[in-house]
């Protein structure tokens, strides 16, 4: 399936093996600024191109002994390049260099991934807010009716929410998509700031404009806020969705398997599970920008209390946003509609929807507001008890001596309720 795809392609970038595959290319680019600047041979360069290399096992081994995971990589990639050219590799850098360097180009490639999600997404949203344009829904409130609209207008909302995510992710990816090789408090004591420029243009990476021994959080912190916002729009969708399958409800249905069975006790039932699921999800990738924010706050030019943590929220979080992404893109493409429920739901209780036409119509006709409220206010309450609202209304004089037949049967049109939708679905016309 889509959905297993793709998360497997952000998992493979958030492996061991592509995590050091990451920092040996952030190591390669440095000695190319360095060549470029005539402090590497062209001879030694070739070499280390040629023969860097590392395996995650020895790494391992090594780590056990030194205990620090940037040094085992080191000393492994020396192993393999020889010690005539072990010397020029992470000259005059700190560890920060390497990781935080890496870990934007690891986001970057990640987020090239989200952001396809989120053009299907639209893609899909906007050709089922067309295709739904005119099909009469009823709008709520509080949960509660409220006034008639379209379904494709419900969609129409989504699809600008999902848009508008975009732009904000895409602006937080600009924000944390940046480099660092400014040596251990940024200051540049034993690497310039030229080795930087050219070797974050070689990763085609911005340098930051100041970092200290790291790329400070905050932006970390925004990048997970963009992706929480993600997860929330579509969790705010499934949710809808959920309540539109309900039993009394029943305007759209996940879609059902032929072999799908709902519950083991009750074979009539069919559950949104699916989207279920996207509502929990969501609250997962909430609690870890929760953690990223409080990554921001470290002790002087830096500690590690951030790593530990970095290490699994935002992994953990991207996968879960394309997981959510894919999945709510397949409920969507499946969705199953029903249209005469959503009409049918429009017209309970005598069109009690209709009301605030009526109440209009009244004051115009010379009550004033307070009086016209207070006479469809009762026939609209009557009607909620088990009545029906039009006949009320038709059995009022208060009413029928203001208003003709025609006046009072146009208070009933649904197509002047959704007369200006056209104006609102041209500003997506692109």
């Given at each position: 399936m889509i959905d297993r795809y793709s998360r497997e392609e952000i998992k493979k970038i958030w492996d061991l093996e592509s995590k050091f595959s990451y920092y040996l290319k952030v190591e390669l680019a440095v000695c190319e600024a360095?060549?470029?600047?005539?402090?590497?041979?062209?001879?030694?360069?070739d070499e280390i191109k040629k023969k860097a290399s590392f395996s995650v096992k020895r790494i391992d081994e090594i780590e056990r002994e030194v205990r620090h995971d940037v040094i085992a990589f080191l000393t492994n990639v020396n192993e393999s390049v020889g010690e005539e050219n072990a010397k020029y590799i992470h000259m005059g850098l700190t560890s920060s260099d390497v990781i935080d360097t890496a870990f934007a180009l690891q986001i970057i490639d990640s987020s090239k991934i989200i952001l396809n999600d989120l053009d299907e997404l639209i893609t899909v949203l906007k050709e089922m807010a067309f295709r739904y344009k005119d099909t009469v829904c009823i709008g709520r409130s509080h949960g509660v009716h409220a006034e008639v609209t379209t379904f494709g207008f419900k969609l129409l909302n989504w699809l600008d929410e999902v848009e508008r995510a975009k732009k904000t992710f895409e602006f937080a990816l600009d924000e944390v998509a940046v480099g660092q090789i400014s040596g251990p408090v940024g200051t540049y004591s034993n690497v310039s700031p030229e080795v930087e420029?050219?070797?974050c243009e070689i990763l085609h990476l911005p340098?930051?404009?100041?970092?200290?021994?790291?790329?400070?959080?905050?932006?970390?912190?925004?990048?997970?806020?963009?992706?929480s916002s993600i997860a929330s729009i579509i969790e705010q969708f499934a949710t809808e969705i959920r309540h539109l399958q309900k039993t009394e409800v029943r305007e759209v249905e996940e879609g059902f398997g032929k072999n799908q069975k709902g519950s083991s006790a009750m074979?009539?039932?069919?559950?949104?599970?699916?989207?279920?699921?996207?509502?929990?999800?969501?609250?997962?990738?909430?609690?870890?920008?929760?953690?990223?924010?409080?990554?921001?706050?470290?002790w002087h030019e830096r500690d590690i209390s951030h790593s530990s943590a970095e290490r699994i929220i935002f992994p953990d979080s991207l996968i879960l946003v394309d997981f959510m992404l894919n999945r709510f893109t397949n409920v969507m493409k499946n969705l199953v509609v029903h249209e005469d429920n959503m009409l049918k739901n429009t017209q309970l209780y005598g069109g009690v929807i209709y009301s605030q036409k009526v109440l209009l119509k009244l004051v115009e006709k010379g009550y004033t507001r307070e009086e016209a409220y207070?006479?469809?206010?009762?026939?609209?309450?009557?009607?909620l008890n088990g009545g029906d609202f039009k006949q009320g209304l038709l059995g009022d004089e208060n009413i029928t001596s203001k208003l003709t037949p025609n006046e009072f049967n146009s208070c009933f049109d649904v197509n002047d309720y959704l007369k200006n939708i056209n104006t609102v679905f041209e500003r997506f016309k692109y």
């Open positions: 360095y060549n470029k600047l005539g402090q590497i041979p062209n001879k030694n360069l420029k050219l070797a340098p930051a404009k100041i970092s200290t021994q790291i790329i400070s959080r905050d932006r970390h912190a925004k990048f997970m806020s963009a992706l074979p009539h039932k069919k559950n949104p599970v699916l989207c279920e699921n996207l509502c929990g999800l969501a609250r997962v990738v909430r609690s870890n920008m929760i953690t990223a924010f409080e990554n921001i706050n470290l207070r006479i469809v206010q009762k026939h609209a309450l009557n009607a």
